[in-house]
């Protein structure tokens, strides 16, 4: 066992590709500054590269990348940057230089490292983010029970609808042992939740108190949403607790762990718990009674009802008193209700896939993997693998799942179709009244949400890359002490209208044979390799038909920006899957990067405004485009 100069540790909510991503890139940016360092990953099979006590003690700082809780208590008196797991993954040689600057503050640095601290984080960590990690803990922890137990559930119906009921004629023991089974894992989902929830915000004494917490508001029915309440107000809870008895004698830390905690904890929180479950309860109640009171009124209305309900907490209070209903008139003879609510449970989930498929590189690959996922969980009846996404992005997503639901559920019922079972999804497609219609229903649903959800997340990527571009480059730029304009390199002779090229290739050719012949290069086919190189880490096509190469070089004489306008757009990978016809290349001397970010920050800022855009694709000419350049960079 050896020291490490760096430690971190890196966890994704659904910890399986950001989780290992981050570690690599972190492990990669230190390799390249000859320091030694050791990523602890909270994956979705538990804890690997634990950091050791020894370790901790020896390290110079630590890095805390992730979006769920790692303990952070473990490195009170150290210095911590606590960030989410995309910087770990993008900023890697920032975040280690900021540690090794010596300039980062320590966490916690008058309280001594114990299990039971807890509070609000390292002091880089915003409350939001801080809450934020705190749910994706209880989710992430959450989703394997409500996959296992929904897909044990479904499979219980391929043998009939009834076939788990022992007093069926269609009894079949092994089915019963299915729905059972996944019963069980479905029903620990609310409890699982709280708890984890509760133990990122008070570590081991909040877990305890959470499973607790978590059973009352699964059996008072408050569902997801209970389990997110009781996660939060059991962790503050029990974080309160903790300050009030720090004043105790040490000698007394046992009896705190073992009798105050656990007793006063499950005094306060279970009483405020089950008072808190009586209203919700009856909200739950009364929205069963209103959708009774509309099944037999227009199907439009009353799909957009079921729809909206059913997609706003996916699997929660709202949602399920939807799903109650449907299950309630089942027993009555009435198969039409159930078949809506169904239609606007399956669509979210397929959305979330729809939208992954649709927007490509604009998710993440761990948002990838959990979207292709989610045509398996909903084609099953699935609902909740569409939380991690609306948790994100909840006033964006949550709306759009709900015109999906709202889409599948009123052509259900303009459709006419019954659905007898009330779960299982596709599975129990053989029992479905015009099956046909209904799927296609669902899925009209669900590429309506995620087209809406891909479109949104581009225009997101996009303006957060010419955003965070645009603020580094202007921080760079204020601390140089030479500071360099675009002007400064922007030519008129450097400026192409009316450019033939067939493809990205060709483009690049072109640009290397302006490079030479201007002087700007000696090397045609290094500056190729250096664009291709670049292209290789991600696309540089942005959105409306625009593209910003560049490449550092040491053929490069003197740092030069060339634009093309093309004739015919070309492919580019671009975020919204459009053809770029202007190119805005950058070529910049080795050893001179801080340069080209400063001009990328210019160009990020003007690519900003629409009216600039508009303007530079309606400029005829070389001269136009230049003098739209002058006009506007200062």
């Known amino acids: ?30 390799k390249k500054r000859g320091i030694s360092i050791k990523v602890e990953t909270h994956g979705q099979e538990g804890i690997k590269n634990t950091l050791t006590d020894e370790e901790i003690e020896a390290a110079e700082g630590v ?19 606590n960030v989410s797991v995309s910087k770990g993954i993008k900023e890697p040689d920032k975040l280690i230089d900021e540690i090794l600057s010596g300039n980062v503050p320590k966490y916690k640095e008058d309280q001594e490292r114990t299990q ?28 394997p029970l409500v996959v296992a137990g929904g897909v044990m559930v479904a499979l219980s119906f391929m043998f009939g609808i009834n076939s788990a009921d022992p007093k069926s004629p269609e009894y079949n023991q092994f089915a019963y042992y299915l729905k059972t089974i996944g019963g069980v894992s479905m029903n620990l989902m609310v409890p699982v939740l709280c708890a984890y929830i509760a133990e990122s915000i008070a570590k081991r004494p909040g877990l305890i108190i959470g499973f607790i917490v978590g ?19 059991t962790g503050y809870i029990m974080v309160g607790l903790a300050h009030l008895l720090k004043g105790l004698p040490k000698q007394l830390d046992g009896l705190k762990a073992i009798f105050l905690f656990p007793v006063l904890g499950i005094f306060i929180t279970g009483f405020a718990m089950w008072f808190l479950s009586a209203p919700m309860e009856s909200i739950n109640k009364g929205m069963m009674s209103f959708l009774s009171s509309v099944q037999d009124s227009s199907p439009i209305l009353l799909g957009l009802i079921v729809g909206c309900m059913s997609a706003f907490d996916m699997g929660g209070p709202i949602n399920k008193a939807a799903y109650v209903t449907g299950t309630a008139l089942l027993a009555q003879g ?35 993997s959990a979207g292709y996922v989610n045509f398996l969980l909903g084609s099953t009846h699935i609902t909740e693998g569409a939380i991690p996404f609306a948790a994100k992005k909840p006033i ?17 019922y303009l459709f006419k179709v019954q659905v007898p079972a009330p779960h299982g999804g596709f599975i129990v497609l053989p029992i479905v009244t015009h099956a046909f219609l209904w799927v296609f229903a669902i899925l009209v649903g669900a590429i309506v949400s995620g087209f809406l959800m891909s479109w949104d997340q581009k225009r997101t990527v996009a303006k957060e890359q010419l955003s965070q571009q645009a603020i580094q480059q202007t921080q760079e730029k204020q601390e140089s002490s030479e500071p360099i304009n675009l002007d400064s390199i922007l030519d008129i002779n450097n400026i192409y209208s009316n450019v033939d090229a067939a493809s990205q290739e060709e483009v690049f050719q072109k640009l290397a044979e302006i490079a030479k012949e201007k002087n700007i290069s000696s090397d045609k086919s290094k500056v190729i390799e250096g664009f291709m190189a670049r ?92 003098q739209l350049f002058m006009k506007n960079i200062h």
């Open 535 to 626: 292209e290789k880490l991600s696309t540089t096509g942005m959105e409306q038909g625009i593209a910003i190469p560049h490449t550092e070089l040491d053929s490069i004489s003197k740092a030069s920006i060339v634009i093309l306008k093309l004739n015919q757009g070309v492919d580019w990978n671009a975020l919204d899957g459009k053809p770029t016809n202007i190119v805005i290349a950058m070529f910049i001397s080795k050893g001179k990067g801080k340069d080209h970010l400063r001009y990328l920050s210019d160009i990020s800022k003007l690519l900003i405004h629409q009216e600039f855009i508009n303007q530079l694709h309606e400029a005829n000419s070389s001269e136009e485009i230049y």
């Open 215 to 233: 059973m009352i508001a699964f059996m008072n029915g408050t569902g997801f949403l209970g389990g997110i309440v009781g996660g939060f107000l």
């Open 1 to 30: 066992m050896g020291t490490y100069r760096i430690i971190a540790a890196t966890g994704c909510p659904t910890g399986i590709a950001h989780t290992y991503m981050a570690q690599e890139a972190l492990e990669e940016a230190a």
């Open 396 to 412: 964006k997503v949550i709306p759009i799942l709900m015109l999906g639901s709202s889409i599948a559920a009123i052509l259900t």
């Open 116 to 143: 039971y601290q807890s509070g609000k984080g390292s002091q880089t960590l915003s409350f939001w983010h801080s809450i934020y990690v705190s749910l994706m803990n209880g989710v992430s922890h959450m989703l």
């Open 334 to 368: 009435n198969y039409f209700f159930m078949a809506g609510v169904s239609a606007a449970c399956i669509s979210p989930p397929l959305a979330t896939g729809f939208a992954v498929l649709f927007g490509g590189k604009a998710y993440s690959a761990s948002d990838r």
């Open 63 to 81: 890095i805390i990348a992730a979006d769920k809780d790692v303990n952070a208590d473990r490195f009170i008196g150290k210095p911590v940057i």
